[in-house]
């Protein structure tokens, strides 16, 4: 759609939105990038994410992102879906265009995004812990990127299998759920292991409930977590040899997408990785 205005407006749609660590990422990104760019973290309830669509329109801001609590119900109210995003059913950034506004999922493109540097998901077993709504990203994005096998580990035997069928239908990917009995082993066949689940938010020496002597040497660890320090589980597969990422990446590599999507420009991750890192240690 033709701008009206000099600079690039984006933001976020959330509640609550305090703390939102992806706004110093991305206003440093702008910054460093020389762009006459804003990001603004806006606060907007349920009964307001309407109004908030409808001003976004009417002030041709470039795109934003949605969070908790609105990631489904944002998508009656923009044009269109991207591949990805219409496969997951959620989105978390929708992008104007000159068809509209339409809506990605980049939460699982970030971890892509991540991954792809350490270890490409084309052909790997791919075993995600969880079938929340980041599992489901997780899985989705990495069987788009050509995984060769997806695996689903669920406290809820049922909701694992029925997302892993449901991933299999979507994607064409192997994908199957398991349930979670006891200490999870980890599979010697396993090329990445994710923890898609929420152990870990808020206390990083919290440890999801897995056979620890089953992780090793050659397997990739991601966490989704983001924190100031490794978590319990990035540290415990550090210390037996796997390469590990932790949940900074993720969202590093989440935004780096948001921000070409916005600008079609590549950011430099290392000023969007380090701004994240100095708001986290504070």
Known sequence: MPRT???????????????NPT??????????????????????AKTDLAAAVAGARAMHWAGF??????????????DGLAASAEII??????????????????????????????????????????????ARAV?????????????LVGRVADEATTLGRYVTQATGVTAYGVPWDGSYAVPPTTDVLVNATSVGLGDPDAMVDIDVATLRPGLVV??????????????????AGATALDGVGMMVGQGAVNFRLWTGLEPDREV???ALEATLAE
């Open 5 to 19: 205005y000099l600079g690039i407006i984006t933001g976020s749609f959330s509640t609550p939105a305090i703390d």
């Open 23 to 44: 706004v110093v990422a991305m206003e440093a990104a702008y910054r460093h990038h020389g762009l006459d760019a804003r990001y603004l973290n806006c606060e907007i």
């Open 65 to 78: 992102n949605c969070s908790i609590p609105h990631k489904v119900a944002v998508i009656d109210l923009i």
């Open 89 to 134: 059913g959620a989105v978390n950034c929708v992008v104007a265009t000159g068809e509209g506004l339409i809506g990605h999922n980049t939460d699982g493109q970030g971890f892509v995004a991540a991954l792809t540097p350490v270890r490409a998901p084309a052909g790997a077993n791919v075993v995600v812990l969880g079938t929340g709504g980041a």
């Open 139 to 151: 899985a989705i994005e990495t069987a788009l990127a050509g995984a060769a096998s997806i695996t």
């Open 222 to 239: 991601s966490d989704v977590i983001v924190s100031a320090i490794p978590t319990a589980f990035v540290r415990a597969a550090r210390e």
């Open 272 to 274: 969007m990785r380090a």
